[in-house]
């Protein structure tokens, strides 16, 4: 009878614990365990990686470099993406000395303020045999968290918008990261001998059109940068317009997203020369930069991938090929995050030729959640490099 009793104590005491597990918590863990799990294994890199059955995989664009493979859930915007920073690590520097610096020149490339970004936990984590580095942060586009996995002079990073309470999913994840007999140890390795690494003061170190980065009133002025193009070719849907959403507020305001598959080729909007070419984990995803000189610079972002051969302070032409669109980041569809930035804030782009607003007047563009904004149709002329 005692032994009878004492079990039904125990069960009791048990479902107790998990009606009363703090934020979820029980929720979480009882749920990991409900998971079918698949095995993405990379046919070029070699490495592999569980996720949930039920989740949708976004294959790299291999076309170019940097790009991600991407595990998205059926029901919300949570993903988790795997990805090759294109910025190397020397043994001479930790991965906390180097995670530092690349977060650092990442932020300054995507106008973060120091104080925009804030990392909640920091810890070290083994990976695959591996001493990793985990952070969670918070930045004014996503929560976000991150685990930075060194392999060679390679460092491979594990990104999630997931929150605290479906944390589970992504620690499961991590945790199944396996590196494979292909595996590249250097980027050379990776996309090729000709390939330069980023260097990571070109996000840091002040170029002439970023001395001020003030408030500026050119953003209200309803007229175009002059000589800049849509940076696509073909039509392509709105489907967020300059203040349409929290993400095109403040800085961002002018900003347009234009709806496109995966793939699709990015162009110059005008010619300059390349400033930032990688990943941000504040929730921009893959981003790159033109520099225009007189203080423009037009922003790409969400990428799957950039072209080969690329390097900071190259040159490039109006209208050539520069990257691949994506759905990186903190995102709820595949599009291009464009706009065209003076002094770090964006400028009116809403009447580049062929932009056509749903409204009628590009002075108020947004149309009811569900619908697109408008729509534009990029230019076929040709690039001359």
């Given at each position: 009878?005692?032994?009878?009793?004492?079990?039904?104590?125990?069960?009791?005491?048990?479902?107790?614990l998990?009606?009363?597990a703090?934020?979820?918590?029980?929720?979480?863990?009882?749920?990991?365990?409900?998971?079918?799990?698949?095995?993405?294994t990379?046919?070029r890199?070699?490495?592999?990686?569980?996720?949930?059955a039920?989740?949708?995989?976004?294959?790299?664009?291999?076309?170019?470099?940097?790009?991600?493979?991407?595990?998205?859930?059926?029901n919300?915007?949570?993903?988790v993406?795997?990805?090759?920073?294109?910025?190397?690590?020397?043994?001479?520097?930790?991965?906390?000395?180097?995670?530092?610096?690349y977060?650092a020149?990442?932020?300054?490339?995507?106008?973060?303020?120091?104080?925009?970004?804030?990392?909640?936990?920091?810890?070290?984590?083994?990976?695959?045999?591996q001493?990793?580095l985990?952070?969670?942060?918070?930045?004014?586009?996503?929560e976000?968290?991150?685990?930075?996995?060194?392999?060679?002079?390679?460092?491979?990073?594990?990104?999630?918008?997931?929150?605290?309470?479906?944390?589970?999913t992504y620690?499961?994840?991590?945790?199944s990261?396996?590196?494979?007999?292909n595996?590249?140890a250097t980027?050379?390795?990776?996309y090729?001998?000709?390939?330069?690494?980023?260097?990571?003061?070109?996000?840091?170190?002040?170029?002439?059109e970023?001395?001020?980065?003030?408030?500026?009133?050119?953003?209200?002025?309803?007229?175009?940068?002059?000589?800049?193009?849509?940076?696509?070719?073909?039509?392509?849907?709105?489907s967020?317009?300059?203040?349409?959403?929290?993400?095109?507020?403040?800085?961002?305001?002018?900003?347009?997203d234009?709806?496109?598959?995966v793939?699709?080729?990015?162009?110059?909007?005008f010619?300059?020369?390349?400033?930032?070419?990688?990943?941000?984990?504040?929730g921009?995803?893959n981003?790159?930069?033109?520099?225009?000189?007189?203080d423009?610079?037009?922003?790409?972002a969400?990428?799957?991938?950039?072209?080969a051969n690329?390097w900071?302070?190259?040159?490039?032409?109006?209208?050539?090929l520069q990257?691949?669109s994506?759905?990186?980041?903190?995102t709820?569809?595949?599009?291009?995050?464009?706009e065209?930035?003076l002094?770090?804030?964006?400028?009116?782009?809403?009447?580049?030729?062929?932009t056509?607003?749903?409204?009628?007047?590009?002075?108020?563009?947004c149309?009811?959640?569900?619908y697109?904004d408008?729509?534009?149709?990029?230019?076929?002329?040709p690039?001359?490099?």
């Amino acid at each position: 009878m005692r032994k009878v009793k004492f079990v039904s104590m125990f069960v009791l005491l048990a479902l107790l614990l998990s009606v009363t597990a703090p934020n979820g918590a029980a929720q979480a863990n009882s749920g990991i365990g409900k998971i079918r799990w698949l095995t993405y294994t990379d046919s070029r890199y070699g490495f592999s990686i569980e996720y949930p059955a039920n989740w949708h995989v976004t294959p790299r664009d291999d076309r170019g470099v940097g790009g991600t493979v991407s595990f998205n859930s059926p029901n919300d915007p949570l993903k988790v993406e795997v990805g090759l920073y294109l910025a190397e690590r020397t043994t001479a520097t930790s991965l906390k000395e180097w995670t530092d610096q690349y977060d650092a020149a990442a932020n300054a490339a995507a106008a973060f303020e120091p104080t925009e970004i804030q990392i909640k936990l920091e810890r070290f984590v083994r990976v695959d045999g591996q001493t990793a580095l985990r952070r969670e942060g918070v930045s004014p586009l996503t929560e976000f968290k991150y685990t930075n996995v060194p392999w060679g002079k390679t460092v491979w990073f594990i990104w999630t918008n997931s929150d605290d309470a479906r944390a589970a999913t992504y620690d499961h994840m991590v945790a199944s990261f396996r590196f494979g007999k292909n595996t590249p140890a250097t980027l050379q390795e990776a996309y090729g001998s000709d390939f330069q690494p980023l260097q990571l003061d070109c996000g840091t170190k002040i170029m002439p059109e970023q001395i001020s980065r003030q408030p500026s009133d050119f953003a209200t002025l309803a007229s175009d940068p002059a000589g800049h193009r849509l940076p696509f070719i073909g039509y392509r849907p709105i489907s967020t317009g300059p203040g349409c959403y929290y993400t095109h507020q403040g800085q961002s305001y002018e900003a347009i997203d234009y709806s496109m598959p995966v793939g699709t080729p990015v162009l110059a909007s005008f010619s300059g020369w390349i400033g930032w070419h990688g990943w941000v984990s504040g929730g921009w995803g893959n981003l790159l930069t033109i520099h225009h000189g007189s203080d423009y610079v037009s922003w790409y972002a969400h990428l799957n991938s950039f072209r080969a051969n690329m390097w900071s302070g190259q040159g490039v032409s109006t209208g050539c090929l520069q990257a691949y669109s994506g759905n990186t980041g903190d995102t709820t569809g595949a599009h291009l995050h464009f706009e065209v930035r003076l002094n770090d804030w964006s400028v009116w782009i809403r009447t580049l030729p062929t932009t056509v607003w749903d409204s009628g007047d590009p002075n108020n563009p947004c149309q009811p959640p569900g619908y697109y904004d408008g729509y534009a149709t990029g230019p076929t002329s040709p690039c001359y490099p």
